[in-house]
């Protein structure tokens, strides 16, 4: 057990004992429960702008005179500078405390988005959402932190379920929320509602967090590491984020993979040789710790590359506005929401094994549920496999989270949670890309016939590739002008091949959570996970 000592940097009149057992909170400063509302309200503001922005898009490409490349890198730009910053963050949260790096995340994370709103230029709105993804790496792995160094082993598990029901259920929500904003008020107010919710999550911040800091938290800097991971971290997000436009056959891809894969074998290197490096590679000597980082990038594959065609069915086939499809996606919502601090509850009392290796069972079984999907689906049976989808996540991001966190030292449990969220971020990229190129496969390859078969004027080989882009997002590639059964013709060539090829990434995705199930089996109950446990008012 890592003993721990805790520092109140906030005033001369708040210094906690310096002893290896946390201090009491007095009142609301370190009160564990106040702790989990105020970094909550924090991480919904980054869990939100994963989601809403893509909502607005179509009105900043308008408002802005962008390209469809530059509105892009409004998601890409943030996403990127989110997954390579992540484990440097959370080191920093490690070394200087992580109510400090929450605060200045909070801070940078609300600036920078009234930066955006007031923005006139594209460039300016793809600069600042990099530094929103800055400042949003600082805070995510310094709210886990707090967690871990506030509530004691019994009560982390439940508080890490109320903690990823708030990041699902703003992940979730963030299309509802953006469709009400955009349609009733103007993009700028996606970007602006982010300034209260700083402020309040600031506030909150001041007067109730306590730091804490473990008696060996790291004292130096692996600068060279900070590089080679950052390095290699941009070079496989890039990949994977300039894969769908360039080709997984292309050899600019695969030169970025190669420079990942080098630039990683150069950190793990290095990191046998620095005297305090960024991430010990004896954390993965961990089965538990390594089993759950893998877990949480086999769920975000199958989860967000999933639910990546999911919208475009319920818009582009189904006709729905965005926020009718969000209100579609609330079943997920609501059981994410309900379901994870029960799964917290059931973790305490059975350990991870079972819940994890059940719920990733489930997302299987709701995976191929959504396999089956047709163009003509009632709500009813879509809310079915949504609801099994959020039942079957819960648990996977309860558990996995205290698997990694749990299983680390508490003086890198900052690093710890940076590696869950980069886990989850770098799983969400590779679940995109590889299911992406599913999808388009599959339609490139049934197209053709598909189309022939409906008895559809020829294609020249420019068209069909234009109609094959279209379709791969739902869309049928109707020109101007066709007449009206042709139209008809068309649209049902068109969904006909999207479902046939959200159903074969489905069944991907659904493999993918089969093989996770195996893995859940290797994870256990975090050995450290009562590091942080003692401060009161529990």
Request: glycine content about 12%; some cysteine; hydrophobic content about 55%.
């Amino acid at each position: 057990m890592t003993s721990q000592t805790t520092i109140d940097t906030t005033g001369p009149g708040d210094k906690a004992s310096a002893s290896s057992e946390p201090a009491p909170a007095r009142g609301l400063r370190g009160h564990p429960w106040f702790t989990l509302i105020t970094v909550a309200v924090g991480v919904m503001m980054v869990a939100l702008d994963g989601t809403i922005v893509a909502i607005a898009n179509p009105a900043i490409q308008k408002d802005l005179g962008a390209t469809f490349a530059e509105v892009q890198w409004i998601t890409n730009g943030y996403f990127l500078a989110l997954a390579v910053s992540l484990i440097t963050a959370g080191k920093l949260g490690d070394r200087f405390g992580h109510r400090q790096t929450f605060l200045i995340g909070v801070v940078g994370f609300a600036a920078a988005s009234g930066a955006i709103g007031l923005s006139d230029s594209i460039a300016l709105v793809v600069t600042f959402r990099v530094f929103q993804g800055l400042f949003g790496a600082l805070l995510m792995p310094a709210a886990l932190g707090l967690l871990r160094a506030t509530f004691p082993a019994e009560k982390l598990n439940m508080a890490i379920g109320i903690w990823g029901m708030v990041i699902g259920a703003s992940t979730a929500g963030g299309p509802i929320l953006g469709g009400v904003l955009v349609e009733h008020v103007n993009w700028q107010s996606v970007f602006f509602i982010n300034v209260p919710v700083g402020v309040i999550a600031v506030v909150l911040g001041v007067l109730i967090l306590l730091d804490h800091r473990a008696e060996n938290a790291p004292r130096s800097f692996d600068l060279l590491g900070i590089g080679l991971l950052s390095g290699a971290m941009f070079c496989l997000v890039w990949a994977l984020i300039k894969a769908p436009t360039w080709g997984w056959g292309d050899g600019k891809t695969w030169a970025f993979i190669a420079g990942s894969v080098l630039l990683f074998a150069l950190f793990a290197f290095w990191e046998t040789k620095v005297k305090e490096p960024l991430i010990p590679l004896a954390l993965f000597r961990s089965v538990p710790l390594s089993a759950g980082v893998v877990l949480m990038v086999l769920m975000a594959i199958a989860f967000m590359g999933g639910l990546f065609f999911v919208t475009f069915y319920l818009q582009n086939v189904h006709g729905m506005k965005p926020i009718d499809a969000g209100l579609h996606l609330l079943p997920l919502t609501g059981m994410m929401i309900v379901g994870s601090p029960l799964a917290g509850a059931m973790i305490t009392k059975v350990g991870p094994r079972i819940p994890l290796a059940g719920g990733m069972a489930a997302t299987a079984i709701a995976m191929y549920g959504m396999s089956t999907l047709e163009t003509d689906t009632g709500s009813a049976v879509m809310s079915l496999w949504f609801a099994l989808l959020g039942l079957g996540l819960a648990p996977v991001m309860v558990g996995a989270t205290e698997v990694i966190v749990g299983n680390a030292p508490m003086e890198l449990s900052g690093v710890a949670g940076g590696l869950q969220q980069a886990a989850m971020q770098i799983g969400g990229s590779l679940g995109t890309a590889v299911l992406g190129a599913v999808m388009a496969s599959k339609v490139d390859s049934d197209l053709p016939a598909n189309w022939k078969g409906a008895g559809l004027p020829d294609l020249t080989p420019a068209q069909l590739d234009q109609a094959s882009e279209a379709v791969q997002v739902g869309v049928a590639p109707v020109a101007k002008g066709t007449p009206e059964a042709i139209a008809a013709k068309i649209a049902d060539v068109a969904h006909d091949t999207f479902i046939s090829g959200m159903s074969l990434a489905s069944l991907v995705a659904a493999g993918v959570a089969v093989v996770a199930v195996f893995v859940a089996l290797l994870t256990k109950r975090g050995e450290n996970a009562d590091a942080g446990a003692g401060v009161g008012h529990i």
